[in-house]
């Protein structure tokens, strides 16, 4: 749950511009506030069951977004290939072919 949880985070930071308000308030009570869905569904004069369904229908638009952009996925690539290159650096500070290819990875990723 904690894995998925931070997931729905990062795809949340990366593409709430593209999301309604409501389903933005619905992600951030949710995710970030740790509201339950019937907290939620108090604050909106909604059911618990509108709440579920507007998150599930957000988090698989969340996930499509994913997919076309890859936003998560390549800040994720960056993160690794930047401790490469510090591990490299600190292993190896005479190495400048291993660290320069992983600055063309690095930038190619933008």
Known sequence: MLE??????????FYQSL???KQRSYMALYYRDD???GE???NYGV???AVY?????TEILLEEYEHKLSLFRKFEE?????ALIRQSMNEHPD???????YLDELEELD
Do not use: G, H, V
């Open 19 to 21: 999301l309604t308000p």
């Open 35 to 37: 509201y339950s869905l």
């Open 40 to 42: 939620i569904a108090e």
């Open 78 to 82: 960056r993160r690794k290939l930047i």
């Open 47 to 49: 059911s618990r069951q």
């Open 53 to 57: 369904d507007n998150l599930k229908r």
């Open 4 to 13: 998925k949880t931070t997931r729905m985070n990062y795809l949340y930071d």
């Open 95 to 101: 190495d400048n072919d291993k660290l320069n290819r």
